[in-house]
């Protein structure tokens, strides 16, 4: 290993009118891991992106063995390597199935529905359900729903009289 060294000091961050982080400073020596946790919105992504010189703090430095990163970016990016996250896959419809489904659209699977479709629900902008069966308010045990009625918005019938 070598004896590369990131340091931060001092760091301070903004989004929009927003003071995401205070004052934030560590070390980290060759082999050493940074663990970021933190809620939505509290400047995870922020902090990253200015570790790796693709935003600048307000205030504060990043250095990369005792060197501003900002001095030579260049040099500093050749030695890194950043793997970013991509935006979340998001449907514009997501089309499910389901074994029954409530006048207010609760949805409960079988089988192997239950892997898959309750994700499906959540990736799509618009849900539409076609479940073998459509039965009142109540009918599906709390227990059993598994999509709950927020996440769909059309229910479609199925025309049985063809098979």
Same mark, same amino acid.
């Given at each position: ?29 060759? !082999? ?51 793997? !970013?996250?991509?935006? #979340? ?15 207010? !659209? ?34 599906? #045990? ?22």
């Amino acid at each position: 290993m070598t004896d590369a060294r990131l340091e931060v000091e001092n760091l301070h961050l903004w989004r929009g009118e927003q003071h995401v982080l205070r004052g934030v400073h560590f070390a980290l020596q060759a !082999g050493q891991c940074l663990e970021v946790t933190g809620a939505n919105g509290s400047g995870k992504t922020s902090l990253l992106r200015t570790l790796c010189g693709l935003m600048y703090p307000e205030e504060g430095r990043v250095l990369w063995n005792g060197s501003n990163v900002r001095a030579d970016l260049p040099a500093f990016h050749a030695a890194l390597l950043y793997l !970013g996250h991509e935006p #979340p896959l998001k449907a514009d419809f997501a089309l499910i199935g389901a074994k029954r489904c409530d006048y207010q !659209g609760n949805l409960d699977y079988a089988l192997t529905a239950r892997n898959f479709n309750p994700v499906m629900a959540m990736a799509g902008t618009t849900v539409i359900v076609e479940p073998a069966e459509i039965v009142p308010t109540g009918v599906i #045990p709390p227990d059993d729903v598994v999509t709950p009625h927020v996440l769909v918005d059309h229910i479609i019938e199925m025309d049985r009289s063809h098979g």
